[in-house]
């Protein structure tokens, strides 16, 4: 029999040597590299489609059609999309891990718990914004040379512009790690999308039944639309400053996080 | 070294581990068997610190298992459900598993070779049979050359060749001075492997004995008599020290008499023999007859496996 006892380079656990674990984790999933690579694709193609659609029905629209019309809004019309799917991917790094029995693995490997959700943060958070960051601009840029054919289009040295194209990665990473920090509580994938999904797109409808004198001024603190607020252009009354709603949704991302963190410690794998 | 000082786990009202103590040697194979649901599984985890005890210690070569700067390289386990995520190859499991603990490419390329894991390496997990999953998680336990191995009734799903390879596995470990805890519910498993037994029934310790120790033990031997008058013999041999059971209409097995004694007795009164067979304890009856009390569901399972039998005959 050949010996198992060979002397080898064993090493402490580090925080850096979990994250680079964890890296290997992310992309040997093939689920999840279909995943990415589809909200990439559906973020920059929804785009393109919308300003396709407007620029070839532009002559024919109605004067409330073109009010309501914005350059940058219309080019990034897929990133309603991206959020959830970047979300659920966020719940999925983390719950798959508990549907499949990895988990058991994982946390013998790191006993201490928290060092792999530190490394789950960076290794998932970098991956959606090197991927949403590019994504952002591709659809840009691709947008307005669509709608320029009806000069209809806007610059990168618009006001507000730049800082919308940097606040849409920005804020879908921070959607992933609420996902991810979702996730980590729930700890099932079926319930994970279900308390995200309620959160970020069930959640406004409702307020919206309150009397308007509650609705409007609890609106702009629920997290999906304080998060938006930095990607929007012309910010209404109703909504925070662009990056005052980023700081809350923020708030809202590390509270959910710190709250994994706790039951992460003290629950049975 | 494994050390259990006075530890209990309850899950809700269902108490799974009730106040048990023991140590697990280094340089043994030490077996750690019960019935199904006597709470094997359960103490794994609790030493593993997947789970935290009510109370009492659990220690790992002299620390709690979290407390270790390698843990891996302390304890290499093999649970008893699967702990492998099923989109990941063999391959990549195995290099996350050990890039946690600095180890590279090489080290899991040897793995993978010791369990014979080649050919299927780069496939998903998920695509695996359970022997081969088997081997994935030795593979995954052996990873960072662990002083204490610890499998999880590692020859479920395993062909005779792939028990026969565990079973050596586990003594060239032992052999190397390393410390080796294998759970199991085959008595019959463990006469062959282990070298020291810590026998658990509904989550207490029933037995912290040697293998053979374990046989001595145990009841002595009896002798099986088949008679057409097996009542009357019954009466006619009675006697304090001696127990006869039932065990069909011409079957008794008597303990405390040998089978001259028994052949006598017959032949004074006038009793016909048509079988006397002495008969030696084997470690499965004494491993019946030191959990018989403790199993919870024997009637129940016996009866389930009987009926799954049948259908499968
Ligand atoms: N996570 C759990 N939740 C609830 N009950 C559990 C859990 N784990 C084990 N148990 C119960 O504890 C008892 C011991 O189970 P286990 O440790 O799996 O036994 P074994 O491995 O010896 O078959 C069983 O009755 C089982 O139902
Ligand atoms: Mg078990």
């Known amino acids: 029999m050949e010996r198992v006892g060979i002397p080898l380079g064993v090493e402490p656990v580090t925080q850096r040597r979990v994250v680079r674990s964890e890296w290997t984790k992310l992309i040997s999933l093939r689920s999840t590299r279909w995943a990415l690579a589809a909200t990439l694709v559906l973020a920059v193609g929804i785009g393109v489609l919308a300003c396709i659609v407007f620029e070839t029905r532009w002559a024919h629209l109605s004067v409330t059609d073109r009010t309501d019309f914005h350059p940058l809004s219309v080019s990034l019309a897929g990133i309603n999309f991206a959020q959830l799917s970047i979300g659920v991917l966020g719940v999925l790094a983390i719950t798959g891990e508990y549907s499949t029995g990895m988990i058991r693995s994982t946390f013998g490997a790191v006993p201490r718990r928290l060092p792999m959700l530190w490394a789950k943060v960076l290794v998932f958070g970098s991956t959606a914004f090197a991927i949403s960051l590019p994504a952002t601009f591709i659809v840009f840029f691709v947008g307005q040379a669509i709608l320029s054919g009806e000069h209809i289009n806007i610059g990168l040295g618009h006001s507000g512009v730049f800082r919308a194209l940097i606040g849409v990665p920005l804020f879908l990473t921070a959607m992933g790690l609420f996902g991810l920090a979702v996730g980590a509580i729930v700890r099932s994938t079926a319930g994970g999308i279900a308390a995200l999904a309620g959160i970020v797109f069930v959640l406004p409808p409702i307020v919206g039944l309150l009397p308007s004198s509650v609705a409007d001024s609890v609106d702009p603190y629920l997290p999906s639309n304080s998060g938006g607020a930095i990607w929007t252009i012309t910010p209404d009354p109703g909504t925070l400053a662009p990056w005052a709603g980023f700081a809350v949704f923020c708030a809202y991302v590390a509270v959910t996080l710190a709250i994994a963190a706790v039951l992460l410690v003290r629950r049975d794998a | ?313």
């Open chain 2, 1 to 313: 070294m494994i050390e259990l000082r006075g530890v209990s786990k309850s899950y809700g009202r269902k108490t799974a581990v009730h106040d048990l103590s023991f140590t697990v040697r280094p340089g043994l194979v030490t077996g750690f068997l019960g019935p199904n649901g006597s709470g094997k599984s359960t103490t794994m985890r609790l030493i593993l610190d997947l789970d935290a005890p009510d109370g009492g210690e659990v220690t790992v070569n002299g620390k709690r298992y979290r407390d270790h700067r390698a843990p891996l390289h302390q304890v290499g386990a093999l649970l008893e459900a699967s702990s492998i995520h099923t989109g990941r190859s063999a391959y990549d499991h195995l290099l996350a598993m050990a890039q946690t603990h600095g180890l590279g490419r090489e080290r899991v390329e040897a793995m993978i070779d010791l369990v014979g894991l080649r050919e299927v390496a780069r496939k998903r997990a998920g695509t695996f049979s359970l022997g081969m999953r088997q081997r994935l998680g030795i593979a995954s336990a052996l990873l960072a050359d662990p002083r204490v191995v610890m499998l999880d009734e590692p020859i479920n799903g395993l062909d005779p060749e792939g028990i026969l390879w565990v079973r050596n596995l586990l003594k060239g470990l032992a052999a190397e001075g390393k410390t080796v805890f294998v759970s199991s519910h085959l008595m019959s498993e463990m006469a062959l492997t282990a070298d020291h037994l810590i026998v658990i029934g509904k989550g207490e310790l029933i037995a912290d004995v040697g293998v053979r120790e374990m046989i001595g033990r145990s009841s002595q031997s009896s002798v099986r008599v088949r008679s057409p008058d097996a009542a009357r013999l019954a009466e006619v041999i009675a006697a304090p020290d001696v127990k006869v059971r039932n065990l069909g209409t011409d079957l008794i097995d008597v303990q405390g008499l040998d089978a001259e004694e028994i052949g006598l007795a017959a032949h004074v009164s006038g009793i016909v023999l048509y079988e006397l067979s002495p008969r030696q304890a084997s470690l499965e009856d004494a491993f019946m007859e030191l959990t018989g009390e403790a199993i919870e569901y024997r009637a129940g399972e016996g009866s389930a496996s009987t009926t799954a039998l049948a259908k499968a005959a």
